[in-house]
């Protein structure tokens, strides 16, 4: 830490000729009134402390209120390595869903430099307790001066957030590396083969077998024949549906007796091979469907409502192994003038190489299991996948000692999860891209525990609770809780998406937005099972955006323990501050940064309501470090000198 000396008294003297300049002085800062006494330093060796009348090394203005920080240097697996003594310009960052940063600064003469490698952890305290963990990652960089003043040489090293670590395991395809459909992300449905809530589902409602003919689901054919004498006859002749099914051990099924409700009904069932076969897939359904193997969707029809009175085939070669074949089957509005029954028909075979039925593998019947009109639709909990994601994971021998502190059903607060109707990653993705895809889609915020590997999860919004904390600028330094605002430009609102997903594309747009701040259109990509949940995904990102947002930079200043971040509240939660109407208002906190003073304290910064963007965040960092007075930016300026009134500081 980089260190004054600091003398008072009409008789004090420091004679600094033979001081050698490399060696910093110990014990800096001016304590009590001296008498006379002088230190003189022309015996002083550049290698010994400075001790005497006058010299302390503590803060010569100590202030309770504001919290010393210090950081120390442990190894991965939790094993203390050094106090990092002389530790100067340590910082942090620590953000709602977001790894966060810190970096570190020593001498470059310190014997500690040696231990600071990419791997090992700097832990960050503050009110004596760990509130930010961080892992050296890059190579350390190091800054030279006058090459005579080599005790000023530094070197700084950087890295993430502790939740990096999440960064580090991969998401694999469904069944490992055994896994034999070709599919390019990892699906969490109610098709997946290790979906958690199929054990809720019943049987299926067994209707009609295949090929006999069925009064509310038959096809009519018509052809010409020629009589005796060159008459020609049109005749019609009823036919079962669809024509030509080739198996007809199968048979229509659905979820419930009654099949004539519209609606989403779903199906799974499973399937063994015990040696490599060709296969083919025959499905249609009354009135659409898609059909799932193994989770990944194979063939489907979801525009031709008369789909039923045909079906589709597809072959595959499948290794030894067991598969999930899983369907959603939709019965469409229909007429009221026309009997309007449901139903899904499916078979799977082994074939020959001229493509002929050798014998049947599995069958749609009433062994199957079937979901009839849910409410909500099935699907994964976000607790669901990401205890799925890390406990493989884990398996692996990765994410050693991650733990959490939420469950399939209920998120760190104990809400209840929702069930997603779809989720969906690119495999070679990583778990904590599950994580920001989840926070993409409105679903989760998350968080990592100050000082641990603790991961905490909850439904977006809900870890956003009043605090109780209020920073405001009073006119008295004893009662001051802010030492400066600033109101960053707003994000500007996006009101109408144009929306693409699996079957091509639709707009969707908020009129009352677009009536209130004029039109702003973006785009989006969604995964989903059909055109209802593409829309409900869809209107949870346009809800979130609809309305213009800005973001708040605040310099605080807790006057105890009971107001401090990690003391009082962490990133998430909501504290009090002005509005750009100058009203107290709650905002939720996205990132809470720290730095160490060279007097150890810790000056920290809260951003609010909205995450900086980088542009936003690189133009801010800019004008704090050349002025606002230069680029004329008066409403940061006002703010500053608003604040600076109220502490009775003049410019």
């Known amino acids: 830490m980089p260190m004054l000396l600091l003398l008072g008294g009409s008789s004090g003297a420091i004679d600094l000729a033979s001081f050698d300049g490399a060696t910093p002085i110990v014990g800096p800062y001016y304590v009590g009134t001296p008498t006379g006494e002088t230190i003189d330093l022309a015996s002083f060796d550049g290698a010994t402390p400075i001790a005497g009348i006058g010299i302390s090394n503590v803060d010569p203005n100590p202030d309770p209120f504001i919290p010393q920080m210090y950081a120390e240097l442990w190894s991965s697996t939790g ?126 409602w067994q209707g009609t077998q295949a090929n006999v003919v069925d009064p509310e689901r038959a096809s009519f054919i018509e052809y010409t024949s020629e009589l005796e004498g060159g008459e020609e006859v049109v005749e019609t002749v009823i036919v079962p549906a669809p024509i030509g099914w080739p ?18 009904n779903y199906f799974r069932q499973t399937f063994t091979l015990t040696s490599e076969q060709t296969v083919a897939f025959f499905v249609t359904a009354d009135n659409l469907y898609t059909l799932y193997l193994d989770g990944t969707p194979i063939l489907g029809e979801t525009e031709f409502v008369s789909c039923w009175q045909e079906y589709k085939r597809q072959d595959m070669t499948l290794p030894a192994g067991t598969y999930t074949v899983a369907a959603i089957a939709y ?14 028909i499916f078979a799977c075979c082994v074939v020959d190489r001229d493509n002929e039925i050798v014998s049947n593998i599995l069958v749609s019947d009433a062994s199957w299991y079937a979901l009839p009109y849910p409410d909500p639709d099935p699907g994964w909990t976000p607790g669901q996948i990401l205890l799925d994601a890390i406990g493989e994971a884990q398996a692996r021998g990765s994410l050693a000692g991650f733990t959490v502190d939420f469950t399939e059903s209920n998120d760190s607060l104990g809400n209840p999860w929702p069930f997603l109707p779809g989720f969906s990653i690119p495999i070679g993705n990583s778990v904590l891209d599950v994580l920001n895809g989840l926070v993409d889609q409105g679903w989760v915020d998350w968080r990592v525990k100050p000082g641990g590997k ?51 594309y639709f707009m969707i747009e908020d009129t009352v937005s677009q009536a209130a701040y004029g039109e702003f259109e973006g785009f989006m990509t969604v995964d989903s099972v059909s055109f209802d949940d593409a829309v409900s995904q869809a209107t949870v990102v346009l809800n979130e955006n609809a309305e213009p947002r800005y973001a708040i930079v605040a310099d605080i200043a807790p006057l105890a323990e009971a107001d401090s971040p990690y003391a009082a509240y962490g990133v998430g939660e909501k504290v ?55 680029v004329g930016d008066t409403k940061q300026r006002n703010s500053y000198m608003a604040f600076n009134k109220a502490l009775g500081i003049t410019e």
């Open 79 to 204: 094993v203390f390595i050094s106090s990092l003594e002389t530790q100067s310009g340590v910082n942090f960052q620590d953000a709602l869903n977001d790894t966060g940063s810190g970096s570190l600064t020593l001498q470059l003469d310190d014997p500690d430099v040696a231990l600071l490698v990419p791997g090992t952890e700097v832990r960050c305290y503050m009110w004596g307790d760990v509130v930010f963990t961080w892992e050296i990652l890059q190579k350390p960089r190091i800054r030279r001066y006058d090459p005579g003043e080599e005790a000023q040489h530094t070197l700084q090293v950087a890295g993430r957030g502790r939740s990096i670590l999440l960064d580090k395991a991969t998401i694999y395809p469904p069944k490992g590396l055994s896994n034999a459909i070709n599919a390019q992300h990892r699906i969490y449905s109610f098709a997946s083969v290790d979906f958690p809530n199929a054990g809720t589902w019943g049987t299926a």
């Open 247 to 264: 198996v007809p051990e199968a048979f229509w099924i659905w979820g419930q007796a009654d099949t004539y409700p519209t609606g989403r």
């Open 331 to 344: 019965n469409a509005p229909w007429p009221p003038e026309y009997s309007n029954p449901a139903g899904f």
């Open 454 to 504: 603790l991961l905490q999860m909850f439904n977006q919004t809900a870890i956003a609770t009043e605090s109780g904390i209020t920073y405001q600028a009073t006119g008295n330094v004893d009662t001051q809780t802010i030492r400066g605002q600033d109101f960053i430009p707003q994000i500007e609102p996006i009101n109408r998406y144009l929306v693409k997903w699996s079957n091509g």
């Open 576 to 630: 009090r501050v002005s509005s750009p109407e100058d009203v107290l208002t709650y905002y939720q906190v996205h990132a809470i940064t720290v730095q160490q003073t060279e007097l150890g304290r810790a000056e920290m910064t809260l951003e609010l309501n909205a995450r900086i963007n980088q542009q936003q965040r690189e133009d801010f960092e800019l004008l704090q470090g050349i002025g606002r007075g230069l």
